[in-house]
């Protein structure tokens, strides 16, 4: 894993190789070794440019410090001024306020110079002791501590959690499914929240990006973190076994729900403040795979014998038309594209997935799929509806860099009337105008007779050719 990391990310970007304690305690069937610990390979983008999020001092540390002498600088602790490493100027010589002597214990020296130490005691930086007649001590005040810790490379199970807390946490929330693919490498959520602590920003506004999502922990952590110091932290999982219908996508709609469960139900409702830090929606994209491509691809020769069956096929399947691709030969001028030719009924369309059990009918959202070829930053979805109850899906949106706002409308065309909808969307425009939403670019599917809407066809049928958005 280190190797191709370092080959990603650059051998010069590896931070650090983190030691975590995941059980804690020894495993008397092991052969040999008790395997305690796993590793937590640390790496940055630009190790130059990167620094780490202190962890939080524990309340323990905190409570050391206190005030006695009401130093107007605050609480403070003190410390020892004798070290045993040899030091030139640290024989020397200090009389207390109360005119005791001090010298340094055998083997030992003062770890500052007799210059330095007469500044600090100008300053009352010295403790004395109450009576001032105490050995010597150097205040440090609280406020000039840094806020947090530097984390360290070893990550006790106290720390971090273990594999134990992770199973619980697991089956806390899932009373079904197929756990037991998991069970044996999901991490707890106080060992993601640990890393994502360090790596993240100061304002919790990060990206969360987890490519082996197993069953779900890296999610839980950061709704959890969110809830805790009210970030609007994000993730983004991906998993390709079975458990993201079984697992993975329970755990988290659980989650999202209320933080604590027990065998499977809610130990509490989430309160006000843990419900406004919970994000509301998560969006499932379902990517097609490379079997499932081959098997929807088709030559030209193949549409036209199924041409003649398409009467049939339509009054068997309604609407419901496949989604198929088409190659043309010979390869050298092969292209693969959409064969959504006809986008009159664009929440109509499926796909043929192949499972086990054979190929598998599956809905597809082409909605979903214009936004990504044509490379859209969605703000907001709505839904209208004319006076005749036709619907219309409206995306507000944005291109990828911010600076053009676009708008785009979907609807079925089944029995439209070009005049209704002109008078319905001018109307829709002006108001939309009028309310200070002006936009850049308006597309719709199908033709449009409404000036200043355009049609998104050709620009759909371009995209999914050529594989990239503008």
């Not at 419900?275 to 691809?297: F, G, M, Q, W």
């Not at 309604?318 to 390869?331: A, D, H, S």
């Not at 050298?332 to 997935?353: G, I, K, M, N, Q």
Request: charged share 30%; glycine share 8%; net charge neutral.
């Amino acid at each position: 894993l280190k190797f191709l990391l370092s080959m990603t990310f650059g051998a010069s970007n590896f931070l650090a190789s983190i030691i975590w304690q995941k059980v804690f305690a020894p495993k008397n069937t092991a052969r040999d070794f008790s395997e305690d610990h796993d590793y937590v390979l640390a790496y940055a983008r630009q190790r130059e440019h990167w620094l780490p999020c202190l962890l939080p001092r524990s309340g323990g540390a905190d409570s050391r410090y206190s005030n006695p002498d009401d130093d107007p600088r605050g609480p403070w602790t003190s410390s020892d001024l004798t070290g045993r490493n040899y030091y030139g100027e640290g024989q020397y010589e200090v009389t207390s306020p109360s005119g005791v002597v001090f010298r340094p214990p055998i083997g030992r020296y003062w770890t500052v110079s007799a210059e330095r130490f007469r500044e600090l005691d100008q300053d009352h930086r010295i403790w004395w002791g109450p009576a001032g007649g105490n050995m010597p001590r150097l205040k440090r005040f609280l406020a000039e501590v840094k806020p947090g810790v530097v984390p360290r490379t070893l990550w006790t199970h106290k720390e971090a959690g273990n594999t134990q807390e992770a199973k619980r946490e697991l089956l806390s929330a899932l009373s079904f499914g197929r756990t037991e693919d998991v069970l044996n490498t999901v991490k707890p959520t106080r060992l993601l929240g640990r890393i994502i602590g360090i790596a993240g920003t100061s304002d919790g506004s990060d990206w969360i990006l987890d490519f082996f999502a197993g069953s779900g922990t890296t999610g839980h952590a950061v709704m959890n973190l969110n809830r805790e110091d009210g970030g609007r932290r994000k993730f983004i999982l991906v998993e390709v076994a079975d458990y993201f219908d079984t697992v993975l996508l329970p755990r988290i709609a659980k989650v999202m729900y209320t933080p604590e469960w027990k065998d499977g139900r809610p130990r509490r409702q989430p309160t006000p403040e843990e419900a406004a830090r919970t994000p509301r929606i998560v969006k499932v994209l379902r990517l097609e795979s490379y079997e499932d491509a081959l098997h929807n691809l088709v030559a030209p020769s193949t549409l036209e014998r199924a041409a003649a069956h398409e009467g049939a096929y339509r009054a068997l399947a309604g609407e419901e038309y496949m989604l198929r691709y088409w190659i043309e030969l010979p390869l050298r001028e092969a292209e693969t594209c959409l064969r959504a030719f006809d986008l009159a009924h664009p929440f109509r369309y499926s796909l043929e997935v192949l499972t086990d059990a054979g190929p598998v009918r599956k809905p597809v959202d082409l909605i979903e799929t214009f936004n990504w070829l044509y490379g859209l930053r969605v703000r907001r979805y709505e839904t209208w509806h004319d006076d005749t109850g036709r619907e219309y899906r409206a995306v507000r949106a944005s291109d990828r860099e911010g600076r053009r706002r676009i708008l785009v409308l979907w609807r079925d065309m089944e029995g439209l009337s070009p005049e209704a909808e002109r008078a319905f969307l001018e109307a829709k425009l002006r108001d939309l105008e009028a309310s200070g939403e002006r936009w850049d670019e308006v597309l719709i599917n199908g033709d449009s007779p409404t000036p200043g809407v355009r049609s998104l066809d050709a620009d759909f049928k371009r995209l999914m050719m050529q594989g990239e958005a503008v």
